[in-house]
């Protein structure tokens, strides 16, 4: 909020920082917009930022204060892109044939993409966001695995065997991630 305030800043927008093991914060960047993951805070606090911000810029005064944001359960996105984890991550584009969407409680899916669109090889890979809410962090990460088993997306190769690998992850199902957490993954063949 201060760094907001100080560059006079009033809109959405997002501070981004690390964090470390003994829980010092080191600041890495200001967007100034609306993030591609703002639906897990949407989810934990019930309010709609797209909306928000539209509101904002219309000029409507934010009515909402920090303190009286209240966070509940455990929200856990995956991006499901048109890639292809074993081929280095590259991009897999051309028609999608097969596009079943999953569903149940606490399941959101943010797409664009639908039987029949082709996934251009010009623009980002990202062909949806996939959401869950739950109560506890271990009923998100099982609604999540649900989630991505029925999850369908073909013939191009996507990122949710991937993100399925990565919910069957002891450090990930601990909470014992860092930022090089894929990285030992992927190095012990964790696909």
Request: hydrophobic share 40%; charged share 25%; proline share 7%.
């Amino acid at each position: 909020m201060r760094l907001a305030h100080a560059a006079g800043y009033y809109s959405a927008g997002t501070c981004e920082f690390l964090v470390d093991e003994a829980g010092g914060f080191y600041f890495m960047e200001v967007n100034a917009r609306i993030q591609v993951e703002h639906p897990v805070t949407e989810l934990v606090t019930g309010i709609d930022l797209v909306q928000w911000k539209i509101r904002v810029a219309a000029g409507e005064p934010v009515k909402l204060r920090q303190d009286g944001i209240e966070h509940t359960g455990c929200a856990i996105e995956c991006r499901i892109n048109a890639e292809s984890p074993d081929d280095d991550f590259r991009p897999s584009p051309g028609p999608i044939k097969d596009f079943i969407l999953p569903g149940g409680p606490g399941v959101r899916v943010d797409t664009h993409a639908h039987a029949g669109y082709t996934v251009s090889p010009y623009y980002d890979s990202l062909i949806a966001k996939l959401l869950v809410h739950r109560p506890t962090r271990p009923a998100a990460i099982q609604a999540m695995r649900r989630a991505l088993d029925e999850f369908v997306v073909g013939p191009v190769k996507t990122t949710i065997p991937l993100h399925r690998a990565i919910m069957e992850q002891a450090d990930f199902v601990k909470g014992n991630v860092d930022t090089h957490f894929i990285e030992r993954m992927l190095g012990q063949g964790g696909r």
